[in-house]
């Protein structure tokens, strides 16, 4: 550091010089300059020294700093007394004391680059022999050394944390690479894939200190399977548009189909033919969207016009199978008045009478049916088995064969009474069991017939 007010050695005033104690008007230029080491960021506060603890400043300008070596001249103050050139030498050593606490402050916070601070550090260190400046420059030079190794140290730590960073930026950037590999080469989730790759990208941005040749190696393969997966994704779409392109083709047609079909009145088969067509619909696959709108509205036009038709046809048939269902309820009703047990030709010829009409009637609803045809079967029960009854008790042939079973009977105990006469009880005991058997035939015979 150099001054414009003070000289590197004393000397005698030259003639017309101002005389000492006297002060002289210091250039604009004469401030001191920054120190190369000056740092950016706000500087330490550091106490001010005691200059008189480290140097002097004779009656003669000439200016001495105390080192462990002994006393060295540093120059000659010739712009006030001795206490202002020496406060002045002590302000320059405070300057430079700060330009040391800078330079620890950016060591030991880890802020700084070391290799510039030990550069420093250094250039401060063998600018204190000839500093001109009063203060414990003994100490100052410690300082600057532990500088120094701790800046190798620092800068060595510095290297490895950097490697590290190095390793894990570089990791990171394969796993996303390997990510949009496999996005390009598999992935048909087409709005998620694609917004995964962009969240790639942005984060790629960020990430920094990938040596170049891998960094760009990595970008390539990032790039390749983005441009991979575009392709698939376009080519997807593409087929998707011929897709649709048929799909509106066919249900144009199925549209056609059913338009025709509206206004048909073979409600069974339409409503099938209706259900088939609902069913190549979905099968058909999406249209564009406001095409498939437009035909699905069309379709389902067509539709509600049939089935609105239908709906009010089962209406009125409703309404008519309504009245054959009151028209079958007065029917039976009058049915009741039928007796088989007093006249069975009556009642056989009313229930013909009352068959007659109930199918002259017609149909009921569905939900009816069950009741009115159960009443109806009941009394066409009743009847059937009062003229099998009656058939039974007036069958000819049953009575023909109850009477056969009675001259079985009566022969049967002759032969019993011969057997008897005969002195053979053991036959007559057997003639007698078979006419016991065949009087129980003749007896059942007979019961059938006499059942009503």
């Known amino acids: 550091m150099t001054d414009p007010n003070a000289t590197q050695e004393s000397r005698a005033p030259k003639p017309g010089a101002p005389k000492p104690g006297r002060q002289r008007p210091a250039p604009e230029s004469s401030a001191p300059k920054p120190h190369p080491a000056a740092h950016p960021h706000p500087q330490p506060t550091v106490p001010a020294s005691d200059p008189s603890r480290w140097g002097r400043v004779d009656e003669d300008g000439t200016a001495w700093v105390k080192t462990a070596e002994g006393e060295r001249c540093i ?110 080469a598999e992935s048909t989730q087409w709005k998620a894939a694609g917004d995964r790759l962009r969240e790639i990208l942005e984060e790629w941005k960020t990430i920094r200190g990938v040596d170049r040749k891998v960094d760009d190696a990595l970008w390539r393969r990032y790039s390749k399977a983005r441009e991979a997966f575009n392709r698939r994704r376009g080519a997807h779409f593409a087929e998707l548009d011929r897709e649709r392109a048929a799909a509106r083709t066919r249900k144009e047609d199925l549209v056609a189909q059913a338009e025709e079909l509206q206004d048909s009145t073979d409600w069974g088969a339409t409503a099938a033919a209706f259900r088939e067509l609902l069913a190549e619909w979905k099968a058909a696959g999406r249209a564009p969207r406001e095409a498939d709108d437009q035909l699905w509205k069309r ?37 009741a008045s039928i007796d088989p047990a007093a006249d069975i030709d009556a009642a056989r010829a009313r229930l013909r009478e009352l068959q007659d009409r109930w199918e002259e009637i017609g149909k009921v609803p569905r939900e009816r049916m069950h009741d009115l045809e159960s009443r109806l079967r009941a009394i066409e029960k009743r009847v059937r088995e009062a003229a099998e009854s009656e058939w039974r008790r007036t069958d000819p042939e049953a009575l023909a064969r109850a009477a056969q079973f009675r001259e079985r009977v009566r022969q049967f105990e002759e032969q019993a009474a011969k057997a008897t006469a005969a002195g053979r009880p053991k036959d007559a005991e057997s003639a007698l069991a078979q006419a016991q058997q065949w009087r129980e035939w003749a007896d059942a015979a007979e019961g059938a017939v006499g059942e009503r």
């Open 75 to 184: 120059g000659s103050w010739q712009a006030g007394d001795a206490a202002e050139g020496l406060a002045h030498f002590g302000r320059r050593y405070d300057d430079l004391t700060t330009e040391v606490a800078i330079l620890e402050s950016r060591l030991s916070s880890g802020t700084g680059d070391a290799k510039k601070t030990r550069a420093a550090a250094q250039a401060l260190a063998e600018s204190l022999p000839t500093a001109a400046v009063i203060g414990d420059l003994d100490t100052l030079a410690e300082r600057l050394a532990a500088i120094v190794a701790d800046s190798e140290k620092a800068a060595v730590a510095a290297k490895q944390e950097k490697e590290h960073q190095r390793a894990a930026a570089t990791a990171r950037k394969e796993a996303l690479a390997a990510e949009a590999e496999q996005i390009g």
């Open 299 to 335: 379709f389902k036009g067509a539709q509600d016009v049939f089935f609105a038709a239908r709906n009010a046809a089962a209406s009125e048939r409703d309404a008519e199978f309504e009245e054959n269902a009151q028209a079958k309820e007065a029917l039976l009703q009058s049915a």
